[in-house]
């Protein structure tokens, strides 16, 4: 019997067997969540396929499909009913080409229960605000950073990063939207301080979508901590939740599965956009918004990691498992909104090796491959090119990071040794190249200390 896998495949060799394929001029195939597969067929003329030809297309696909075919073959020059005009309509709007054969163009539609933003390569996406308006500072650059595994130094990565924009006068908002296992707000506080995070808003947002909380209660600043004094610019942070009794009742009840269209994507956004505006009530323009998305095909982190983005750090190792997801990762990004969103792959190096020219190589090597595979759709650049998507920026091991990582103290000697070696550690040189390469994206000035705002 044919597999899932199969099936599609399967189906594209039976139509094209049949006698009044060479009449087709679009054939699209409709997998719905069960995985049965169903047919919108178009000739392109008033002409109708005749009800025989159809009977035995009908005969064939059940024969060769099994289980996998739905019973559906529709012709779209029959005469339709109002509501199965606009069930054929809907099917066309969401629809994506899958190739091109001659005379007939092939379409594809996926009906899923879950992992939707994964599977959307329509590039009609678009950004949280737009690209220029992100480039021109009229709104943050908005910036995910993904692993497909987990333990790739992703959190750290993004902290990194965070305090050395604010070194350089930036303000940063940074969010931990990895609510199975959160983590960012520990590594600027204690975690006694949170009081409300991205849990609480998303379901409050499901049960009033014109919720306007005060944010001071999901805001947290680094004013009055010891990190506060290495920076000229401004830090916040928004935590996943306070881990008590009712953080996994609330866990529970979001729609992860995004049963209201786009039901996800607008409550990430909507407090994104109640975040920024808060902070910037107070004259301090937001320069960068940082997303800590969940590792692997999480729902939310599909969003996080491809819908609303303007560029994306992609952390992980030369290692079959991890360039498997990687893989997915960049085909989306290039394929997911209307034009390719910037991405940085980093070699995390947590192997406990500084890593050899050999290793990067191999690093570099499968990056590039993946890229021209995937992202690159014109112009491909020379594997040495430096700054191209492929490009890799190496971390390098750090054993004192296999600890827990803090930049911030309770004003004791030891503590305040701790936070000086984090902080010297996250702001060194393979961080700054991520810094770099994501400030290179929209023509940022990284001049020390310097503040467009000021």
């Given at each position: 019997?044919?597999?899932?896998?199969?099936?599609?495949?399967?189906?594209?060799?039976?139509?094209?067997?049949?006698?009044?394929?060479?009449s087709?001029?679009e054939?699209?195939i409709?997998?719905?969540?069960?995985?049965?597969?169903?047919?919108?067929?178009?000739a392109?003329s008033?002409?109708?396929?005749?009800?025989?030809?159809?009977?035995?297309?009908?005969?064939?696909?059940?024969?060769?499909?099994?289980v996998?075919?739905?019973?559906?073959?529709?012709?779209?020059?029959?005469?339709?009913?109002?509501?199965?005009?606009?069930?054929?309509?809907?099917?066309?709007?969401?629809?994506?080409?899958?190739?091109?054969?001659?005379?007939?163009?092939?379409?594809?539609?996926e009906?899923?229960?879950?992992?939707?933003?994964?599977?959307?390569?329509?590039?009609?996406?678009?950004?949280?605000?737009?690209?220029?308006?992100?480039?021109?500072?009229?709104?943050?650059?908005?910036?995910?950073?993904?692993?497909?595994?987990?333990?790739?130094?992703?959190?750290?990565?993004?902290?990194?990063?965070?305090?050395?924009?604010?070194?350089?006068?930036?303000?940063?908002?940074?969010?931990?939207?990895?609510?199975?296992?959160?983590?960012?707000?520990?590594?600027?506080?204690?975690?006694?301080?949170?009081?409300?995070?991205?849990?609480?808003?998303?379901?409050?947002?499901?049960?009033?979508?014109?919720?306007?909380?005060?944010?001071?209660?999901?805001?947290?600043?680094?004013?009055?901590?010891?990190?506060?004094a290495?920076?000229?610019?401004?830090?916040?942070?928004?935590?996943?939740?306070?881990m008590d009794?009712?953080?996994?009742?609330?866990?529970?009840?979001?729609?992860?599965?995004?049963?209201?269209?786009?039901g996800?994507?607008?409550?990430?956004?909507?407090?994104?956009?109640?975040?920024?505006?808060?902070?910037?009530?107070?004259?301090?323009p937001?320069?960068?918004?940082?997303?800590?998305?969940?590792?692997?095909?999480?729902?939310?982190?599909?969003?996080?990691?491809?819908?609303?983005?303007?560029?994306?750090v992609?952390?992980?190792?030369?290692?079959?498992?991890?360039?498997?997801?990687?893989?997915?990762?960049?085909?989306?990004?290039?394929?997911?909104?209307?034009?390719?969103?910037?991405?940085?792959?980093?070699?995390?190096?947590?192997n406990?090796?500084?890593?050899t020219?050999?290793?990067?190589?191999?690093?570099?090597?499968?990056?590039?491959?993946?890229?021209?595979?995937?992202y690159?759709?014109?112009?491909?650049?020379?594997?040495?090119?430096?700054?191209?998507?492929?490009?890799?920026?190496?971390?390098?091991?750090?054993?004192?990071?296999?600890?827990?990582?803090r930049?911030?103290?309770?004003?004791?000697?030891?503590?305040?040794?701790?936070?000086?070696?984090?902080?010297?550690?996250?702001?060194?040189?393979?961080y700054?190249?991520?810094v770099?390469?994501?400030?290179?994206?929209?023509?940022?000035?990284?001049?020390?200390?310097?503040?467009e705002?000021?």
């Amino acid at each position: 019997m044919v597999s899932f896998e199969q099936a599609v495949q399967t189906a594209e060799t039976v139509i094209r067997g049949w006698g009044e394929f060479p009449s087709m001029k679009e054939i699209t195939i409709i997998r719905d969540v069960f995985g049965h597969l169903a047919f919108l067929l178009s000739a392109g003329s008033s002409a109708r396929v005749n009800n025989r030809a159809l009977t035995t297309l009908k005969s064939d696909l059940r024969t060769a499909l099994g289980v996998y075919f739905s019973g559906r073959v529709i012709c779209q020059e029959e005469r339709h009913s109002d509501l199965e005009a606009r069930v054929i309509a809907n099917i066309q709007s969401l629809r994506q080409l899958w190739k091109i054969s001659g005379a007939c163009s092939w379409y594809y539609v996926e009906r899923v229960i879950a992992k939707k933003a994964w599977l959307d390569r329509s590039g009609t996406v678009s950004p949280i605000w737009s690209y220029d308006d992100a480039c021109d500072g009229n709104k943050p650059k908005v910036l995910t950073f993904y692993s497909f595994k987990g333990g790739m130094g992703r959190t750290t990565a993004l902290a990194a990063s965070a305090m050395i924009l604010a070194q350089k006068g930036k303000t940063v908002l940074a969010v931990d939207t990895d609510v199975e296992a959160p983590g960012l707000f520990s590594i600027f506080f204690d975690d006694r301080q949170i009081r409300m995070g991205t849990v609480d808003f998303l379901v409050e947002y499901q049960a009033d979508q014109a919720y306007a909380p005060d944010m001071r209660e999901y805001l947290t600043s680094v004013d009055g901590t010891v990190l506060k004094a290495e920076i000229n610019g401004d830090i916040y942070v928004i935590p996943a939740g306070k881990m008590d009794e009712q953080y996994l009742s609330k866990l529970a009840r979001i729609d992860y599965q995004d049963t209201t269209p786009n039901g996800m994507r607008s409550a990430l956004c909507r407090l994104l956009e109640q975040a920024v505006s808060f902070i910037e009530s107070f004259g301090k323009p937001v320069d960068y918004v940082l997303l800590d998305a969940r590792a692997g095909f999480h729902d939310m982190g599909g969003v996080i990691t491809v819908q609303i983005p303007h560029g994306i750090v992609l952390l992980g190792r030369d290692n079959p498992q991890s360039w498997n997801g990687m893989k997915e990762v960049i085909r989306l990004a290039a394929s997911a909104q209307a034009d390719a969103v910037p991405i940085a792959i980093v070699d995390s190096m947590h192997n406990g090796f500084t890593g050899t020219s050999q290793q990067r190589e191999s690093f570099k090597i499968q990056a590039y491959t993946l890229c021209c595979d995937g992202y690159y759709m014109d112009e491909v650049p020379g594997i040495d090119a430096d700054g191209e998507a492929h490009s890799p920026i190496y971390v390098s091991y750090q054993p004192q990071l296999n600890d827990e990582v803090r930049l911030y103290s309770d004003g004791s000697a030891e503590q305040n040794e701790m936070f000086q070696t984090m902080k010297n550690i996250l702001s060194g040189p393979d961080y700054q190249a991520i810094v770099s390469r994501i400030c290179g994206w929209f023509g940022d000035d990284l001049e020390e200390g310097n503040n467009e705002h000021d």
